[in-house]
């Protein structure tokens, strides 16, 4: 049941976003007994196995400047729904390595990196890594059967094998393979990218609302957007205004403010939030919100193979290759990489694919459609200062706020990288047969992490080992934009560890008035 | 990729294509052939845009002509382009739609407006490969709810895979 709670109730603790950070966040405070109010600029969105009408209808659509090398039309693609961006995932979910929270002690300083070490360890997150992965019924782990093969994964994981790589998996995935969580066993249907229809993927729209909704104490205002953080004289938050689904702006009082509006969103929302005492943005005393944008680094490997494959099938992303998450600088970057099957439905294949491409000889290639096998790989990006999320000066969205200017050039580390990764890929699909291999770096980025980072140190990040803004002591970060470096592996999972983390921090915060 | 080169300079071509702009302007008081040409001459240009893009056998020329209204929507939408959609269009030459595939082509990449192509392509795509009219020819079956999914289905038939042992 939706609660309501008054506009002036100063209680509560207002949770910005409702995806992976957020409904997980707020399914977890709730369940310690604390009021939420989950503000959410999307509207529960209408999932069917339609990919590009479900893209249409929930993607983030709200204009943004760009600058540097992502594709100036669709530079990022998230989601504005009930559930964030987990409508839209492919549920991969691997934990971060021990060496992954040491980045600067382990890669060194390299030039022109803004590496730092993480102000936790991996052995502090073991235990919540543990409960994420049981709550999210993550396949092959903790009693969960493995998703089943698929052709694919197979092409995928037989080439590396041929190749010498020896973790070849079908990986973890945040999908159900026996029913779990009061949703259903996954049917393999494949159409995991728009919105699973059977709730079989773990979503926060299915996995986390409706667990905090049972809780009594939670209230989602959906089509909610919030559009600045206040704060009283003394520099603590006070609560948020935020513009209601008629178009009528709104203030919403609170207690505590966690932001996990996604890494783009979190830091536009602070730097919206000027005032007298925050001249340059909320929590922005050292000039840190918005810088650091990593994004991870994507990487399509496409091959024409010598008979069917029909990758769209089952699981998107069944079949995992993961010997090069390891740091090895003797491969000439620090860092790391991994490769996952990813299946591409035919009416998003042009643009998911080849975007841009056209002509007499590229049509005769679409036509190979169900011989074309696919993977993508995901890689280790550096954290660069100037790489950021700044405030347009001239555009304005439909609320009259400065939209995000994003700026994002790629270090020589993550070419080097991405390159390695492209050539040994290549050379895995040849391995069984591929008449013809194409690859390519994807411009268009889905995962937004470091723009409110942690940090030991006040003046090297945004926030502490629990999120909390180093400026503002009731304010908290709760999504990707927390992370100090990203990794070889896709961040989701460890959102959702460090929003579990957050929120018991935070209940025992408010239950002992210690906020 | 190779390209057979135009059937004319594309010099020649701009100049015919002047030629004709200005007689059809003079001739209908009107600025430039294209801006003042009939709806359904630049809807035909367009569809041709799309047929230029995507030349398969297996595209109705109904879905080209959808691939076309939603370019006209966006340039109904917007004004700066669609005064750039004029202006790109006024640029090839004046028989452009009606050329060889190939020509077409070829003439498209030596002097089309990159921007044109790009709104071309984005609006292309849904109506071309969207269809599920044209994905038995993809041998693609579309949403999979009504039979339940994979998961009782054979997910792994790789036959020719046993030919590539190494
Ligand atoms: C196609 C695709 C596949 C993916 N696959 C994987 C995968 O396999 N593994 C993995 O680990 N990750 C994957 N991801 C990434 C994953 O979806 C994200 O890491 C995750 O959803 C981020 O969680 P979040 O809470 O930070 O943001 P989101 O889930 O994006 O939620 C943020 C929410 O905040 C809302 N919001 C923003 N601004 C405001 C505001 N001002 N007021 C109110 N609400 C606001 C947004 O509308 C949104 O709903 C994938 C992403 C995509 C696009
Ligand atoms: S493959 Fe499984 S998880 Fe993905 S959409 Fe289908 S049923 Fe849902």
Redesign the interface.
């Known amino acids: 049941m939706n609660k309501h709670f008054d506009l002036n109730d100063d209680r509560v603790v207002v949770v910005i976003g409702s995806g992976a950070g957020g409904g997980t966040l707020s399914a977890e405070l709730t369940a310690q007994g604390i009021d939420v109010v989950c503000l959410e600029a999307g509207a529960t969105p209408l999932l069917e196995q339609n990919v590009p009408a479900v893209y249409g209808r929930t993607r983030w659509s709200d204009p943004r400047t760009v600058e540097g090398d992502l594709n100036p039309d669709m530079p990022v693609m998230i989601a504005k729904a009930v559930g964030g961006t987990t409508v839209f995932w492919t549920a991969v979910t691997l934990r971060r390595q021990p060496h992954d929270f040491r980045s600067l002690t382990t890669y060194g300083a390299l030039p022109g990196t803004s590496l730092i070490d993480w102000p936790l360890d991996y052995d502090t997150l073991a235990p919540f890594y543990a409960e994420a992965e049981q709550r999210m019924g993550a396949s092959g782990l903790h009693g969960k059967p493995d998703v089943p093969d698929h052709n694919n994964g197979e092409v995928l994981k037989i080439g590396a094998r041929r190749r010498g790589y020896k973790h070849v998996s079908n990986g973890h995935l945040s999908v159900n393979t026996v029913p779990h969580d009061g949703r259903p066993q996954c049917r393999q249907m494949g159409f995991c990218t728009g919105g699973c229809v059977i709730g079989a993927k773990w979503t926060s729209l299915q996995a986390e609302i409706p667990r905090a909704q049972a809780t009594g104490h939670f209230e989602l205002r959906e089509q909610a957007q919030v559009v600045t953080i206040e704060h009283d004289a003394g520099g603590r938050v006070t609560g948020v205004v935020y513009v209601d689904a008629k178009g009528e702006r709104q203030r919403q009082r609170a207690r505590a403010v966690c932001v996990a509006a996604n890494g783009i969103e979190t830091p536009r929302l602070l730097l919206m939030s000027q005032s007298g005492r925050f001249p340059h943005g909320l929590a922005n005393d050292a000039g840190q919100v918005g810088r650091h944008w990593m994004t991870d680094l994507l990487g399509r490997v496409i091959a024409l193979m010598p008979g069917p494959v029909h990758n769209y099938r089952g699981t998107t992303n069944t079949g995992l290759v993961a010997d090069d998450i390891r740091h090895d600088p003797s491969r000439g970057f620090a860092g790391g990489f991994l490769y996952v099957s990813r299946g591409i439905h035919l009416p998003v294949w042009p643009n998911e694919w080849s975007p841009g491409e056209w002509g007499a000889d590229y049509a005769k290639i679409m036509e190979q459609y169900p011989n074309m096998a696919s993977a993508a790989v995901i890689g280790e990006d550096m954290p660069v200062a100037d790489n950021r999320i700044t405030l347009a000066a001239e555009v304005k969205d439909a609320h009259g706020m400065p939209v995000a200017h994003l700026t994002k050039r790629y270090h020589a580390n993550d070419l080097a990288l991405m390159d390695h990764a492209l050539k040994n890929g290549e050379e895995i699909y040849r391995a069984v047969g591929a008449q013809q291999v194409y690859t390519s770096m994807s411009r268009t980025v889905i995962h937004n992490l470091g723009t409110c980072r942690q940090s030991r140190d006040p003046a090297d990040g945004v926030c502490d080992a629990f999120g909390r803004t180093h400026d503002v002591p009731n304010l908290f970060i709760s999504d990707g934009s927390q992370f100090s470096t990203s990794a070889a592996v896709p961040p989701t999972l460890t959102i959702v560890t460090l929003a579990i983390r957050q929120a018991r921090h935070l209940a025992g915060q408010l239950k002992a008035n210690a906020l | ?1 190779t ?1 057979p080169a135009p059937a004319f300079s594309p010099q020649r071509r701009r100049l015919l294509a002047a030629a004709v702009a200005t007689a059809l302007g003079s001739a209908l008081h009107l600025p430039s052939a294209f801006a003042g040409a009939p709806r359904a001459a630049r809807a035909s240009t367009l569809a041709a845009l799309s047929r ?5 056998a297996v595209f109705s020329e109904s879905q080209h002509a959808a691939a076309a209204a939603k370019m006209e929507a966006r340039c109904a939408a917007d004004p700066a382009l669609n005064a750039l959609v004029d202006r790109a269009l006024a640029a090839l030459p004046a028989d452009w739609a009606d050329g060889p ?2 020509t077409r ?1 070829a003439v498209l ?1 030596t002097q089309g407006d990159p921007a044109l ?2 709104l071309a ?2 609006s292309a ?2 109506p071309l ?2 269809d599920p009219a044209v ?1 038995p ?4 079956p ?4 009504a039979f ?4 009782d289905r054979p ?7 046993e ?2 042992a ?1």
């Open positions: 990729m390209q230029t893009l995507f030349p398969l595939a190939a082509e990449r192509i790009k392509r984005q795509v849904g490969f969207g994905w020819h993809f041998d693609y579309g949403p999979s709810i339940g999914g994979y998961l997910l792994v038939d790789l036959p020719w895979l030919a590539h190494t």
